[in-house]
C-alpha cells in the first residue's frame, strides 16, 4: 500500500502513540495527534491529510462524531473511526456521518492496514463516481439548454413558415380573385362576337372561330384559377363541410352538361343512375369538384368515338360512384403519384392540364369523410371508384 498522511485524533496519549508506531511501520507519515476535535480541525487547516483516525469521545467540546461532521463539510477527507464502544447508539450515530469505516478496540495492525486499505478504496471510488456524476449533469445540462435551444430556433422557423405559408394563400386569392373579373368580361366578350357573327358579314367563320378559341381558352384559365383558388383555401385550412339538402339529379345532370359543353372531343357519356335518392345531405360544392373533375378527366384523355360510362348508386347510406373510360391510362410506375399537386403522367403529350384535378378531388373526398380507389392500365383506360357518405 503506498504511504498516506495520517491525522491520530486520540484523547489516550498511550493509544495515540503505539497506534503512530505501527502505522509508521508501514512507511505512512503522521502529520499530528490530537485528543480535542478543536486541535485536529485546527492541524487540518494547516496541513493536509489523506485519512483521519478519529475516536469517538474525546476531550473539548467537539465529541469524534461532530468533529467528523466538521471534517466531512469542509475537507472532505474520509474517517475511520476508533471507539471501544460497539452499542446500538453509538453505531446509530456514527452511520449518520457516513464514515468510511469503523474499528472496535482493541485491533491488531493488520485489521487496521486493511480497513485503511478498504477505506482509501472507497474514498477514491466515491469521489471518482462523484465526478462522473457531475459530468454527467453537466452534460444533461448543457444537452438540455441545446435542446431549448434548437426548439426555440424551430418554434421560430415554424411560426417564419406558418406566416410564410399565410402571406402565399393571401396573395393566390388576391391574385386569383383579381384574374376573376377581366376573364369574366372577355368571356362575355367572345360571347358576343359569337352572336354578332351569327349575322352575314364576310369575316363571319375567322369571327367565330377566333371567338370560340377565346371562349375555350377563358373557359381554361378560369378552370385553373378555381383550382388554384381551392388549394389556397385549403393550405389556409378554409375548406369546410357545409351540408345541405341538395336535388341528386340536377346537380349530375349540370356536371355532365358542364363537361360535354366544354370538351373538344367526340366522347359519348354514358350516365347510369341506380336507385338513388331525390334528395341527399352533404355539400354540393365538394360532391361538384369531385363529379366534374374526375368526369372531364376521363372525357380529356379518351379519344374520338370512345365513351365514359359514369355510375352512381346508393348503399347505406353512401353514394358509390364509378367513372370509366377507355382512354390513355396511368403508366403503372407512375401511379403512386397519381393524387400529387401538379403531377402530370408522361404520355398525356399535348394535351392540356395543371394536374390539380385530381389533388382536389382526393382532398374534396377526404373532407367528405370518404374513399377513392381506381385501376388503370397504360393505353386500356382507367377506372375510378369513389365512396361518399350522405344522410337522406
Given at each position: ?22 502505522l509508521e511501520k508501514n512507511n505512512h507519515q503522521i ?362
Amino acid at each position: 500500500m503506498f504511504p498516506l498522511r495520517i491525522l491520530i485524533t486520540e484523547d489516550d496519549h498511550v493509544s495515540a502513540l503505539l497506534l503512530k508506531k505501527a502505522l509508521e511501520k508501514n512507511n505512512h507519515q503522521i502529520i499530528g495527534i490530537s485528543d480535542s476535535g478543536e486541535k485536529a480541525l485546527e492541524i487540518l487547516s494547516e496541513h493536509h491529510a489523506d485519512i483521519v483516525m478519529m475516536d469517538i469521545n474525546l476531550a473539548g467540546e467537539l465529541d469524534g462524531i461532530r468533529t467528523t461532521e466538521i471534517i466531512n463539510e469542509k475537507y472532505d477527507i474520509p474517517v475511520v473511526y476508533l471507539s471501544a464502544s460497539s452499542d446500538a447508539e453509538t453505531l446509530t450515530k456514527v452511520v449518520g456521518t457516513n464514515p468510511s469505516a469503523y474499528v472496535i478496540k482493541p485491533f491488531n495492525i493488520r485489521e487496521l492496514n486493511m480497513v485503511i486499505e478498504l477505506a482509501i478504496f472507497k474514498d477514491r471510488k466515491e469521489k471518482e463516481l462523484q465526478k462522473l456524476n457531475n459530468e454527467l449533469e453537466e452534460k444533461v445540462r448543457q444537452r438540455t439548454k441545446d435542446l431549448a435551444e434548437a426548439n426555440k430556433e424551430l418554434t421560430r422557423a415554424l411560426e417564419k413558415e406558418r406566416e410564410i405559408g399565410e402571406l402565399k394563400s393571401r396573395i393566390v386569392l388576391n391574385v386569383s380573385h383579381g384574374f376573376k373579373t377581366p376573364l369574366t368580361s372577355i368571356l362575355s366578350s367572345a360571347q358576343l362576337l359569337q352572336k354578332y357573327a351569327e349575322k352575314e358579314h364576310p369575316f363571319k367563320a375567322k369571327i367565330m372561330k377566333h371567338a370560340e378559341k377565346i371562349e375555350h381558352s377563358v373557359r381554361n384559365l378560369n378552370s385553373l384559377l378555381t383550382s388554384v383558388l381551392f388549394f389556397g383555401k385549403a393550405d389556409a385550412n378554409k375548406i369546410d363541410y357545409k351540408p345541405k339538402k341538395l336535388f341528386l339529379n340536377a346537380l349530375i345532370s349540370e356536371v355532365v352538361d358542364v363537361v360535354k359543353a366544354g370538351s373538344e372531343h367526340d366522347v359519348k357519356i354514358n350516365l347510369k343512375l341506380g336507385r338513388i335518392p331525390k334528395t341527399v345531405t352533404s355539400d354540393s360544392d365538394l360532391l361538384y369538384q369531385i363529379f366534374e373533375n374526375l368526369l372531364s378527366n376521363a372525357v380529356k384523355y379518351s379519344k374520338d368515338g370512345q365513351s365514359v360510362e359514369f355510375e352512381i348508386n346508393e348503399e347505406d347510406n353512401h353514394l358509390l360512384v364509378k367513372i370509366t373510360d377507355h382512354g390513355i391510362g396511368i403508366p403503372e410506375t407512375e401511379q403512386d403519384q397519381l393524387f400529387d399537386r401538379f403531377f402530370r403522367a408522361k404520355n398525356v403529350g399535348i394535351i392540356e392540364g395543371s394536374g390539380l384535378g385530381l389533388s382536389i378531388v382526393k382532398k374534396c373526398v377526404d373532407v367528405l369523410g370518404g374513399e377513392i380507389t381506381y385501376e388503370s392500365k397504360q393505353n386500356q383506360g382507367t377506372t375510378f371508384f369513389v365512396k361518399i357518405p350522405v344522410n337522406k
